[in-house]
């Protein structure tokens, strides 16, 4: 091995020699940040990616590994010196070898002196270095194929010119056949065909950070190939004008039999799917351990169908290979209880009648091309996923990611399909099992524990709600047998021993019909599983059907298997009619709502009854709007209840139509929240870390005023990167960057909250400022370019955080709002001094809640309306919903469901970039071109020593054939 060494340096140092190697490497870079800075547009685009580096990689290496193994066969056959080679003692094969080697060192020193970009990269963004890796690798392999092909072609002529082109042709030709352009061209079928001979698209995929074992030995069945045949050439050379026999007929049939092993090793390993490596952040191309607890959960087959048109939209058609191996990938961690399947309707109208008609799947019209015409076709592009009678479809919209570099250039990607597949998955499975036994997905023994007064102390209502109450807790144990049992106790019996326990302990205290009737009673209930004490609410019409309703809810809270239900208010407006033209007045949340409901039932309340509804898991405020006193109580009760309550408040309301102004606003939580230790200064803070916002600007042209729009830094648009979030936590899974609109300062009363967990969930950056002007406009004749006065910085200020604990009830020893309401109250009474019109309320006050109360407050009013989201994607040219996600996190880990959460965490999510302004991005622009004339600089002083040293190898080998 020592020879095919100094072979190898000896060629390596030839490169030096002559100008060849600083062409090669000047032009490798050159084009290099052409591309990823002028080409791709990088700090355009706003996404801390390798992309923009090896997109153009495998038609830039078709030429220049092309130039230089041109001259590698063809000059030595040119001087004559081939014939002295093969006839040294050095065997042909480990010439071939030795320049092979040679050349693709040459590769990895150019591809070495573009380490700068990612490191470039990692400084002012959150880099992912696995499909940097990947990238490398790949281009390596890449690469690797190409200079074998180079030196096959090489051998061929004595014409270096001849070689070029050939070599270029060759590796070309199988660069197109693997090419959108021409897989577009063919149906779903052959396209995927294509795809698995082309050189290009096996690079994409191991880019995106996946390395499988096939795309690997494709290149390296190609080098095998390709080097095979440039070692027969030789032989055949070498044989020139003598008698063909049989040792020549023997390196033909070795050679033949190298070569169909080498392309049929590509058949062989095509099923084995298995043999790949995510290296991605979070694995997110992967099957997570969530995604394999839920399939563990399946007691029946499941049906997952992709339909797929052959002919569809040319940026969806790379798509369907990814979903299709993801999704046999549930099929095998399933272990048989997943059943996969792929049908093009179109095809097959039985198929496709059934899928629009039970399934409501219908095509959508794509504009298409085949090699004759271009037409618009009806195409499918969806997943079904079927268990027992509850199915859900995900269609494209639900799928990809459409990420626009400029009006004419648009990035499809799948947006996370795990995610969204093991959604459907758990929606169809909790409906299945919603359906089916309450107690089939709880396992540990419930109490259900009534604290009741008798009869005699009952108002009529109560009397009959007992009734009901009886006959619902007596169908509940026949239903779960020894794992619910029922305790009903009078709290006032033995002297009022358990009342004033439960008073104590729970914050139970007895109930009055109206706010001036003397006599009390007791009327409250618990279900008790373990360490957790659920309270279950009293109906608000005092029927059994509502009663019935509560008890479950709470049954649920000891279960995964149930969909749960979030209760979103948002502040009072008209809905819009696009139909009619008309906008909806007032704040619209409606992407919010959206996607909450992709994974929970929704529903919304304006709690004006003084009560969450019954069937409430959580209560979500958006943007809360003068609370009046039953609906604080609402509030206050339900957190009481060991409930968690989610907040997105601050005291300024903001104006987006007509011009840019913000105003005080009151959302009637303020003394709610002081009561709990949470305050919210009257301030707004002020960020140098920040996004940008597009800002009407005028200017003077030739004594014309002309209003345009530019993207300004905005300071009230605190940009917050995982640096500003609670680390390792559920509700910042997965959210790497938020940008959270007019914030306010929140304060934590340290005094009223000891005993409580705290936890910081959002903080501003150590630079940021507070203000109480409400002057949200720039101005730019005042401040110049910032268009704003900058502030002393205060530090860090708190933006989000979550507490957990024991909470006294604002309403402690005071009676019911809802306690107004009874019949005989002079507050209620008409002039006419009668009341019967008048409906009796029956209400209770909980004063303390158990350890599972939470409150979560996201200090800022704005941030998840749809303008402020909508205004968000126009500027990144991409889906915006990072604030989104934030409250499905916090949903998903306020239920306890967790295993969605860690699955979001690996979404497929834009890496955005840290805010750069001009100088700054022309500071990194011109930095790597500085380091690449380094590199080059570093390159030329070392290529003496190499040159001179790898001379006297070579020549040693050629004279006695031994180092």
Known sequence: MNNLFHITRKEFAAFFSSPIAFIFFGAFLAVTLFIFFWVETFFARNIADVRPLFSWM???????????????WSEERRAGTLEFLLTSPVPPWQLVLGKFFACLLLVAVALLLTLPLPISIAFIGNLDWGPVFGGYLATLFLAAAYIAIGLFVSARSDNQIISLIAASLLCGALYLIGAD????????????????????????????????????????????????LNVFILEQLRWAGNRSNSHHRQWGLVTALLVANFLAGNLWLQPVGWARADITQGSIYSISDSTRNYLAQLREPLLIRGYFSAQTHPLLAPLVPRLHDLLEEYAVASKGKVRVEFIDPLENPELEQEAGQKYGIRPVPFQTANKYQAAVVNSYFDILIKYGEQYETLGFRDLIEVKAQSEADLDVELRNPEYDITRAIKKVLFAYQGAGQLFDNITRPIT?????SPDSRLPEQLVELKQGLNETLAALKKEAGDRFK?????????GGALGRKIESEYGFRPMAAGLFDPNTFWFYMSLEGGDQVVPVPLPEALDKTGLKRGIDTALKRFSKGFLKTVALYTPPGTPPMPQYGIPGSGKQFNWLREKLGEEHSVRSTDLKTGQAPTDADLLLLVAPESLDNKQLFAVDQFLMEGGTVILSTSPFDISLRGALAAKTHDSGLDRWLEHNGISI????????????????????IGGFRVQETQMMAYPYFADIRTDGMADDHGITAGVKQLTLTWPSPIVIDKSKNQGRQVTPLLHSSEAAWSSPSTQIKPDFHAYGRRGFARGHATGQQLLGVAVEG?????????PSPLLKEKKGDPETTDKTGTDDDQPTAISRVIDKSPESGRIILFASNSFLTDNVLTLSSSVLRSRYLNPVQLVENAVDWSLEERGLLSIRGRGHFSRTLAPLDRDAQQFWEYLNYALALLGLFVVWLLRHTTQQRAQRYYQTVLTDGRA
């Open 486 to 494: 029922v305790e009903i106790e009078d709290p006032d019996a033995n």
């Open 681 to 700: 200064k009257k301030e707004m803070v002020l960020d140098p870390q920040n996004a940008a916002f597009p800002i009407p600007v005028q200017r003077n």
């Open 448 to 452: 259900f524990k009534g604290y009741l």
């Open 58 to 72: 495998p038609v830039l290496l078709i030429f220049l590994t092309a130039a230089i193994t041109m001259r590698m």
């Open 181 to 228: 352009a021409l897989t577009d061209l063919f149906g779903n079928r052959g396209a995927e065909l294509m795809q698995l001979l082309g050189t290009g698209s096996r690079f994409e995929s191991i880019t995106r950070g996946v390395i499988d074992l096939r795309d690997l030995y494709y290149y390296l069945s190609l080098v095998g190939l390709f080097l095979a």
């Open 806 to 814: 024991r909470f006294d009830s604002f309403f402690k020893g005071k």
